[in-house]
Nanobody, 121 residues
Framework: QVQLVESGGGLVQAGGSLRLSCAAS?????SGWFRQAPGKEREFVAA????????YYANSVKGRFTISRDNAKTTVYLQMNSLKPEDTAVYYC?????????????????WGQGTQVTVSS
């Protein structure tokens, strides 16, 4: 069992930046960030493969968000720039050991508690 602890959410004005962190209690094959806005389904934001460092992004955040990991490969970051009001959501860190579509919720085995990101216009 791997525990994930997120931090870094908050309130920011449109155009601003935030960095989210996710500390894991162990290594996993892949790590990702998802978000869920009120009344909407949880959606994929970004993911990284621990061994290779290969990254994946949703089209809606490509060019604005960057996912990265530390050298120990147990902490994952999401740098969010040029934030928009539509980025407002609870952001969840996720990690998985197996295969499956990188953007699918069911491809991840472990989840953090979520951190609120609010972008004001």
């Amino acid at each position: 069992q791997v525990q994930l602890v997120e931090s870094g959410g908050g309130l920011v004005q449109a155009g601003g930046s935030l960095r989210l962190s996710c500390a894991a209690s162990g290594r996993t094959f892949r790590s990702g960030w998802f978000r869920q806005a009120p009344g909407k389904e949880r959606e994929f934001v970004a993911a990284i493969i621990s061994s290779s460092g290969r990254t994946y992004y949703a089209n809606s955040v490509k060019g604005r968000f960057t996912i990265s990991r530390d050298n120990a490969k147990t902490t994952v970051y999401l740098q969010m720039n040029s934030l928009k009001p539509e980025d407002t959501a609870v952001y969840y860190c996720a990690a998985g050991q197996g295969s499956g579509n990188i953007w699918a919720v069911q491809s991840y085995d472990y989840w953090g508690q979520g951190t609120q990101v609010t972008v004001s216009s």
